[in-house]
């Protein structure tokens, strides 16, 4: 689909496209939030949300990248959104669940507290993104980039990870079990204090930190 966002049908998004690090705060909300790129106020402040994704959905049909774009909360669950730059984004506590981000590059994104179970992110790129407390229950992370992210007290019970590189990364306290972790790269991944029980990770490579965690009935 070609969207006819530059003759004005859509136009609004693209009055104002502060970014995560020329952030705008929420004129409702103040400095506790941060304003969605091309608005001045936050997701849970804004009125117009149906419009707003549709702008963003018009945006994406003609290729546009969302480099650093500050989307805090938006609810973009079960939408394809694949192969999509989300590099540098602001996606804290956004809701991905069934969501199709295979290929898409999330490299250095803010995912706190994001939801992707359910979410296709076979093949996605996320080396150095924070993402503490994100759920990943039951998503597809075939193959996925995860180098240096921060993984602290996700939930990724029964998530596929086959072949995903998780080189450096620190997944603490946060919950691996009923994963596929079989051919993954797990050289100096830190699962301290994790539950990594009933996971298969038959084939992985390289050494990792297993301090505190729950292996029990774990397959290696």
């Known amino acids: 689909m070609t969207s006819t966002i530059h003759q004005g049908v859509y136009p609004e998004v693209m009055n104002d496209l502060h970014k995560h690090y020329d952030f ?3 004129r409702v909300g103040g400095a506790a939030c941060m304003a969605l ?3 001045d106020v936050c997701w849970q402040h804004l009125k117009d949300r149906t419009t707003y994704i549709e702008e963003l959905l018009a945006l994406i049909a003609d290729g546009k990248s969302l480099e650093g774009w500050v989307l805090s909360g938006i609810d973009l669950s079960d939408r394809n959104l694949q192969g999509v730059c989300f590099k540098g984004a ?3 506590g956004a809701n991905l669940q069934k969501t199709n981000l ?3 590059d999330l490299r250095e994104a803010f995912c706190i507290e994001t939801d992707f179970s359910g979410a296709d992110l076979s093949g996605a790129q996320f080396e150095f993104a924070a993402l503490g407390m994100a759920c990943f229950e039951d ?3 075939q193959n996925t980039d995860l180098k240096r992210t921060n993984l602290v007290g996700v939930r990724a019970r029964g998530a596929d ?4 590189d998780l080189y450096y990364s620190r997944p603490g306290n946060a919950d691996f079990s009923n994963t596929d972790l079989r051919q993954a790269n797990l050289t100096r991944a830190i699962f301290r204090m994790a ?3 009933g996971a298969d990770a038959r084939g992985a490579k390289g050494s990792f930190n297993t301090d505190r965690a729950n292996l029990s009935n774990m397959k290696q």
């Open 102 to 104: 295979r290929g898409a």
């Open 195 to 197: 539950d990594l029980s």
């Open 37 to 39: 790129t091309g608005r």
């Open 24 to 26: 705008v705060t929420c």
């Open 161 to 164: 990870l086959q072949k995903a």
């Open 139 to 141: 998503a597809k992370l």
């Open 90 to 92: 602001v996606l804290n």
